[in-house]
């Protein structure tokens, strides 16, 4: 989850090809997953959200409440 609201594609996709969990949870809120956060970044937000859909990230109610305030981001992840 740090690495998809802090980091670049690159880096998560880097983790997801050794093994990082696309559907990992924060401790203590089940649904925060890396998606949510990545819906939540200011800049980069529909390319990762992209890399983890294309990785097998589900969309979620949540992840569609948190994407909302970024257009572009939302519609992609609505069409999905």
Not at 12 to 23: M, R, S, W, Y
Not at 28 to 40: I, K, N, Q, S
Not at 48 to 70: D, H, P, Q
Request: overall charge negative; aromatic content about 4%.
């Amino acid at each position: 989850s740090y690495a998809a609201l802090h980091s670049s594609v690159e880096i998560v996709q880097l983790l997801l090809e050794h093994g990082a969990a696309v559907e990992a949870i924060c401790p203590g809120d089940e649904t925060e997953t890396p998606l949510v956060c990545a819906a939540r970044r200011p800049q980069g937000s529909l390319e990762m959200c992209s890399c983890l859909v294309a990785n097998g990230a589900r969309i979620s109610r949540k992840v569609l409440e948190t994407a909302v305030w970024n257009l572009k981001t939302f519609e992609y992840l609505v069409d999905q």
